[in-house]
C-alpha cells in the first residue's frame, strides 16, 4: 500500500503547488455552478472541496484522480432528490447529506466485497448515453440562466424546453451580453492558452462589469451572499422512510461513479506507469463520500475533466488536492463576499461549456462507425435519462448491458475444426462448412461457456455440423473442444443432455479434449461430463486415438 503523497519529491514540489493553484482556479468556480445545479447553496459545492477532498486525497491509491461533485452527480442529485423535497428547502439539503452519506456507506461495502466489478456492466455505450441524457438537461438549465430566464431547474425535461421557449419574452439583454462574452472567452482562450485559468477569469471580469454597470439593477441575476466560515460536522435527522428513499438514487450515483472513476485511475495509471488499487480507490470514495455527508456537501465523484487539466499541468501526485482544499477554506474564511457579485449568467456560460463535451456528441459518430447496435443502445440509454429520468434511465442502462451481453453471449464462435496434416501443428484452424475433421470424426470447438443463453445454440449448431456432413460421408464420432467452456450452468448442462441423447440415437460416440482443470469439477457436477467419458489432452491426440478405431 502506498503512502499517501506518493510520486511527491523535491524535484517535482513545486510543479505540483503550481498545479494545485490552477485546480483552486479551475475547481471553485465550476463547484458553485454544480451546487446551483443539483439545488443547492454555493458553500454546498465549496465544502465539498475541504474535507471529503482531505479525506480522499489520504486513502485513494491514484496519485492523480480528482474527486468532486461534477455535472451528472449534480443533475442526479436534483432529479432524484426534487420528486421528494422543495428545492432550496431545508428538508432538501438534509437529504443531499443523507444521500452522499448512502454513497459512501455504498461505496465502502463494495470496496470489502470487492464488488466492483459490477461496474463493467455500464458498458462505454450506456456511459455516453446515460451521461449525455443529463448533460442535456443540464444544458437547458443554463441556457435559461445565461438568457435571465426563470425556469423551474427541478422540473423534468420537457418542463424546462417549455419554459424556456415560453420565456423568450422576457429574455434579459445584459443577462445575454455577459453570458456571450464570457463563453467568447472561454472558448477563445483555451484555444489560445489551454493552462490559464479562463474560468476563474470569466467570473472576476463577469463580476467586475456587473459592479461597475450595476447590471443587476438591470435584472441580472447574481450570486448572493455567501455565508463565511469553514463547514461545520453534522448529521441529517431524516425518518426510516426518507432514507430508504434515497437509496435507489445513491445506488444510482454509486455505480456511474464506480464505472467511471475506476475506468479513468486505471487509464491514468497506465499512461504513467504507477499502480493502483481498485478496492481502497472504493473506499476512497466512500470515505469522502461520508465526510461530504457530514461536512454539509453533495454526493462526489471523480472529475475527468479536472483531473485531465491537472495531467496537462505536470501533476503526478495527489498535492493539488491539498492545495485545493487550503485555498478554498481561505476563501470561505475571509473572502466569501468576493463572490455575491458574481452574475449568475457568467455561472451558467462556465457550467454550459464544461459539460458540452459529456454530450456526446462525437462519440455517438464514433458508435455509429463502429458498430451500429451498441450505437442504439446508447441512444436509448440517453432518451431515457432524458424523458423518463435519471434513476429509470440508471435502470434501462442494466437492461440494456443485459441484453447486449445475452445478445452476444447467445452467439459464440462454434467451428468445425479442420486437420492440417501436419503431425506438429495444432489442430485449431476452422474447416470448411459441411466438412469432417478426420474420416467419420467431427471435432468441434465452442469460444464461450455453456450458460442458458447459447445452450440451444450449440446443440443446434453440433447437429446441423454433423448432419451436413454426413450427406458427403459417414460420421461416428464428435470430439468437443472445451478449452474455451471456462463454466455452465444449470440450463445449459439440460441443453447438453438433449445433444447427448440426440447422438446416442444417430450412434455418434462422443468426446472431449483440451478440458480445463479449473472446470472439470464444475462440468461432473452438471453431467456434462460423465464417468467412462473419453477426455483427451489435444485435438489431435483425439483424431489419432479414434482414426485407429
Not at 503512502?3 to 479551475?26: C, F, S
Not at 451528472?72 to 442529485?77: E, F, G, N, Y
Not at 483555451?190 to 435584472?219: E, H, N, Y
Not at 461432473?524 to 479414434?546: C, F, H, K, M, S
Amino acid at each position: 500500500m502506498e503512502r499517501p503523497l506518493a510520486g511527491l519529491t523535491r524535484k517535482n514540489v513545486a510543479r505540483e503547488l503550481l498545479a494545485g493553484v490552477t485546480l483552486v482556479a479551475i475547481a471553485i468556480p465550476l463547484n458553485i455552478g454544480y451546487a446551483q445545479i443539483a439545488g443547492l447553496p454555493p458553500t454546498a459545492g465549496l465544502y465539498a472541496l475541504v474535507l471529503p477532498t482531505i479525506v480522499y486525497a489520504l486513502v485513494v491509491s491514484s496519485r492523480q484522480l480528482v474527486a468532486s461533485p461534477d455535472a451528472a452527480a449534480a443533475a442526479l442529485v436534483a432529479s432524484s432528490i426534487g420528486g421528494l423535497a422543495a428545492a432550496g428547502s431545508a428538508d432538501y439539503a438534509t437529504m443531499a447529506l443523507a444521500q452522499a452519506i448512502i454513497c459512501g456507506i455504498l461505496f465502502v461495502l463494495m470496496s470489502v466485497f470487492k464488488l466492483g466489478f459490477l461496474a463493467n456492466f455500464l458498458s462505454k455505450p450506456i456511459l455516453i448515453g446515460f451521461v449525455g441524457g443529463l448533460a442535456l438537461d443540464i444544458l437547458v438549465s443554463q441556457v435559461a440562466k445565461m438568457l435571465g430566464i426563470r425556469i423551474d431547474s427541478g422540473g423534468e425535461f420537457v418542463e424546462k424546453m417549455i419554459g424556456l421557449v415560453t420565456g423568450l419574452g422576457t429574455l434579459n439583454v445584459w443577462s445575454l451580453l455577459i453570458s456571450a462574452g464570457s463563453i467568447a472567452i472561454l472558448l477563445i482562450g483555451r484555444r489560445l492558452l489551454a493552462v490559464v485559468p479562463w474560468a476563474l477569469i470569466v467570473m472576476i471580469v463577469a463580476t467586475i462589469v456587473v459592479v461597475v454597470t450595476d447590471a443587476d439593477g438591470a435584472g441580472v441575476a447574481v450570486l448572493g451572499e455567501v455565508p463565511a466560515g469553514p463547514p461545520e460536522l453534522t448529521w441529517p435527522m431524516l425518518s426510516w422512510t426518507q432514507w430508504l428513499a434515497l437509496v435507489p438514487s445513491a445506488l444510482a450515483l454509486t455505480m456511474v461513479t464506480v464505472a467511471e472513476g475506476l475506468l479513468v485511475i486505471r487509464s491514468y495509471a497506465e499512461k504513467r506507469h504507477y499502480s493502483t488499487s481498485p478496492d481502497r480507490d472504493l473506499l476512497a470514495f466512500g470515505v469522502g463520500n461520508i465526510a461530504a455527508g457530514a461536512s454539509g456537501s453533495f454526493a462526489m465523484g471523480s472529475s475527468t475533466s479536472r483531473t485531465a487539466a491537472m495531467d496537462q499541468a505536470g501533476s503526478r501526485t495527489q498535492l493539488p488536492s491539498f492545495v485545493l482544499a487550503g485555498g478554498t477554506l481561505l476563501l470561505l474564511l475571509f473572502g466569501t463576499a468576493l463572490l455575491a457579485e458574481i452574475p449568475s449568467p457568467a455561472i451558467g456560460a462556465i457550467v454550459g461549456v464544461a459539460v458540452l463535451p459529456l454530450l456526446g456528441i462525437r462519440e455517438f459518430r464514433e458508435l455509429w462507425r463502429l458498430d451500429r447496435f451498441e450505437f442504439w443502445i446508447g441512444v436509448v440509454c440517453f432518451l431515457a435519462t432524458l424523458f423518463i429520468g435519471a434513476i429509470p434511465g440508471i435502470l434501462v442502462a442494466f437492461v440494456l448491458a443485459l441484453v447486449n451481453m445475452a445478445k452476444r453471449a447467445a452467439n459464440p464462435a462454434i467451428d468445425v475444426l479442420a486437420a492440417d496434416g501436419e503431425p506438429s501443428g495444432s489442430l485449431l484452424a476452422d474447416a470448411p462448412a459441411g466438412s469432417v475433421t478426420a474420416p467419420g470424426i467431427v471435432v468441434v470447438r465452442m469460444a464461450a461457456p455453456l450458460f442458458f443463453a447459447n445452450g440451444d445454440v450449440f446443440g443446434t449448431a453440433v447437429k446441423s455440423a454433423i448432419t451436413r456432413a454426413r450427406v458427403h460421408e459417414d460420421v461416428n464420432h464428435l470430439v468437443i473442444d472445451l478449452e474455451a467452456v471456462s463454466d455452465a450452468d444449470v440450463t445449459g448442462a439440460e441443453s447438453f443432455e438433449s445433444l447427448r441423447d440426440w447422438l446416442e440415437r444417430s450412434d455418434v460416440s462422443l468426446g472431449f479434449s483440451r478440458l480445463r482443470a479449473d472446470a472439470r469439477p464444475r462440468l461432473e457436477r452438471l453431467g456434462i461430463i460423465r464417468d467412462g467419458d473419453t477426455v483427451y489432452p489435444t485435438n489431435r491426440a483425439a483424431v489419432a486415438a479414434l482414426t485407429t478405431k
